[in-house]
């Protein structure tokens, strides 16, 4: 037997098969950018289901820069100003660790005042949904002014940190357009029909996981459970060594849409972020609605909509779950912006 000093012991596993998930794989290079936001139609065709393209039907990833830097919150919000205007705002889920496991349980009444006075020091993650009043200082990208999304949305939530935060690798299932208004987050992107959800790519249903290993416990959904994202065992699960993925940077001011079901992990640097996203069905699109608003004399370029004036929690098939969002100042503020 040999023996290693102890020092050694610790990153004897990391020797052995450690590879970071950036490193396995085939990466494909970046997600497609757009460096201008095309009308709600061409962008449900182009992007919602990559009309005539590789990915037809599933939908296909972009980064849209800047798309958020004319939103309020991305000029305002500061901690200073954000505790001084909301300070008394209640964030519903505060998670209890950077890097997600899914085992460990969150605050869930915290004002924003107890959580900015404590997240640069302690191991704090704001998923929260956006509280209304924060969610009137950020807008629906001008793309999903209609089309019927509005009466489609399913949630929204409200990501913030120090940093230094890791997700596990998971897929959702809404399509999903995501802000950042500070920081960074790096992104890999795997498409919607890799062979992922499959015991030999290390996938789990948390809640049968449990039955059988308490490391699981409390765990809940289904992601890449037994995969060690700075710790990859490709000799467990070879895998991941032949899928395809892409890469995407968001940095503070920019915008990105990922398809339902698209695959993802998500990783920020060690430095303050915040982002928002809105998760919504947009599997149809009804032109009638965009013909509506262009006939009041919107201009369906502008940002209409904020985020604090719509309701979520809509769910595929479910009665009486639609929402809605009412245009509280007319043409005037969305043009101003
Ligand atoms: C993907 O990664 C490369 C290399 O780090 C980077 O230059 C590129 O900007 C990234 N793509 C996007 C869309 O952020
Ligand atoms: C937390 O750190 C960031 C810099 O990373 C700083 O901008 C912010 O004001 C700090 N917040 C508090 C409450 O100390």
Redesign the pocket.
């Known amino acids: 037997m040999v023996l290693f000093p102890s020092w050694c012991l610790s990153s004897l596993p990391l020797l052995a098969t450690g590879r970071s998930i950036w490193s396995v794989g085939k990466?494909q290079?970046?997600?497609?950018?757009l460096e201008e936001l095309p009308l709600p139609e061409e962008f449900f065709k182009k992007y919602i289901q990559d009309k005539g393209g590789e990915f037809e039907g599933y939908g296909k990833p972009v980064?849209m820069p800047k798309a958020a830097t004319r939103m309020p919150a991305f000029s305002k919000w500061s901690d200073a100003y954000l505790l001084e205007n909301y300070g008394d705002t209640r964030l519903d889920q505060v998670e209890t660790e950077k890097k997600e496991t899914r085992t460990k349980y969150p605050h869930e009444d915290w004002t924003l005042k107890k959580f900015l006075s404590k997240y640069n020091t302690s191991v704090l993650y704001s998923t929260a949904t956006t509280p209304p009043n924060l969610g009137r200082e950020v807008y629906l990208l001008p793309v999903m002014n209609c089309g019927g999304y509005s009466r489609k949305l399913a949630a929204t939530v409200l990501w913030m940190s120090s940093g230094g935060t890791k997700s596990v690798i998971h897929q959702d299932g809404q399509d999903n357009i995501h802000c950042q208004f500070d920081g960074q987050k790096?992104?890999i992107l795997w498409e919607s029909s890799a062979p992922i959800r499959k015991t030999e790519m290390g996938w789990v249903w948390a809640e049968n996981e449990a039955e059988q290993d308490p490391s699981f416990k409390d765990a809940y959904g289904q992601y890449a459970g037994r995969l060690d994202v700075d710790n990859v065992d490709v000799e467990a699960y070879p895998g991941w060594e032949k899928l395809r993925w892409?890469?995407?940077?968001?940095k503070a001011g920019d915008c990105a849409f990922i398809p339902r079901h698209w695959f993802h992990f998500v990783q920020s640097p060690p430095m303050r972020s915040i982002s928002i996203h809105v998760w919504f069905h947009g599997e149809k699109f009804d032109p009638r609605s965009c013909e509506a608003l262009t006939a009041k004399g919107f201009d369906l370029s502008n940002f209409l909509l904020s985020i604090g004036d719509c309701t979520f929690g809509y769910e595929h098939g479910k009665k009486g779950s639609a929402t809605k969002c009412k245009m509280s100042k007319k043409k005037a503020v969305a043009s101003e912006l």
Do not use: A, I, R
């Open positions: 990466p290079g970046s997600v497609e950018v980064l790096d992104w892409w890469n995407m940077t968001m």
